[in-house]
C-alpha cells in the first residue's frame, strides 16, 4: 500500500465524521493501486472491513 493511502486509511474513527469518512473512502478507492491485498483482523473497524469488502466484491 502507497504511503498516501496508508495515511488517509490512518484518518479512519469510529464514527463517520459527519461524512468526511465516505469522502476518505472514495479518495482511498479512487487511487491508482489496489488498497487492501489481505482481509483485515476481525477486530479492525468498520470502516476498514467496509473498504475491504467493497474492493473484493462482496
Do not use: S
Not at 504511503?3 to 484518518?11: M, N, T
Not at 464514527?15 to 487492501?36: F, K, M, R, S
Request: charge should be negative; proline fraction near 10%; include cysteine.
Amino acid at each position: 500500500m502507497r504511503p498516501e493511502v496508508r495515511a488517509l486509511v490512518a484518518c479512519f474513527r469510529p464514527d463517520d465524521c459527519y461524512g468526511v469518512a465516505w469522502t476518505l473512502l472514495h479518495l482511498i478507492e479512487t487511487g491508482p493501486n489496489p488498497v487492501l491485498a489481505a482481509e483485515p483482523a476481525p477486530d479492525a473497524d468498520a470502516w476498514h472491513q467496509r473498504l475491504y469488502r467493497r474492493a473484493v466484491g462482496l
